[in-house]
């Protein structure tokens, strides 16, 4: 793929959309990328373009501003950060290709939308380089919509189980829940939306982290014959 600086090389001198529009960028992130190499002293700004070298030792020359070239499509719309909460709450982890064809958006510009959302607080970077991900963070304080009560369906972990619970009235449910009635006195025992709404919060995470725990468990499932090599080891080391 081609660099800005190599864009610029065969350009001679362009303003920042020309080189978006070779690149194939949106125009925002090809400034950003050229302010970043003036940055490291290999390319600069001057007479209304941007060239390779140092605008100290370029000659002044008249700039002919040329006509803006047609962008590919119209600028794309705001990415929702509630989509993002919503991708990576339902698939976990994510790199930033995955969620660029999730959102039917440019790569490069996924970057800087992800990068925007960190700041936010909204997600979290995990890693360096070609590997990063994209999550949410650990102790997420989003508001959750407010389910109604009467939809409150019984939790089962199998999906078989489920299907042949018997139904449950809203009393039963409140009941099994102690954090419902803790220190309630007992004309108090319906709790309200918000205290609700906090238990299903607890629940998903507490979900997430099973799963988390039964994705490694399959990890070390698959490679059983090296864990029980090392424990061999250790036991024999032990040993001497």
């Not at 190599?6 to 302010?35: F, H, I, N, W």
């Not at 909460?85 to 290709?97: E, F, Q, V």
């Not at 009941?175 to 906090?198: H, K, W, Y």
């Amino acid at each position: 793929m081609e660099t800005v600086i190599q864009a610029l090389e065969k350009m001679g001198r362009a303003t920042y959309r020309e080189v978006a529009a070779r690149l194939d960028v949106e125009p925002v992130e090809a400034l950003s990328m050229l302010r970043e190499q003036r940055e490291q002293g290999l390319c600069d700004f001057s007479d209304g373009g941007w060239f390779i070298g140092s605008a100290k030792d370029a000659k002044r020359v008249a700039f002919v501003p040329q006509p803006k070239p047609a962008l590919h499509g119209e600028a794309p719309e705001p990415v929702d950060p509630a989509v993002i909460r919503s991708l990576l709450a339902k698939n976990g982890a994510m790199d930033t290709t995955s969620l660029a064809t999730a959102v039917n958006r440019n790569a490069r510009g996924m970057t800087s939308v992800m990068r925007a959302l960190e700041r936010q607080g909204v997600v979290v970077k995990n890693g360096q380089g070609k590997g990063v991900t994209w999550s949410l963070p650990a102790s997420s304080t989003e508001p959750e919509p407010e389910p109604a009560v009467e939809s409150v369906p019984a939790v089962s972990a199998e999906p078989e189980l489920a299907a042949t619970a018997q139904p449950k009235d809203i009393a039963q449910i409140i009941r099994e829940i102690p954090s419902f009635t803790e220190g309630r006195a007992t004309a108090q025992t319906i709790p309200t939306a918000r205290v609700i709404s906090r238990e299903i919060r607890r629940a998903r995470n507490k979900l997430a982290s099973l799963e988390k725990l039964r994705d490694a468990v399959r990890v070390v499932g698959r490679h059983k014959h090296l864990v029980q090599h090392l424990v061999n080891a250790e036991v024999e080391n032990g040993k001497a």
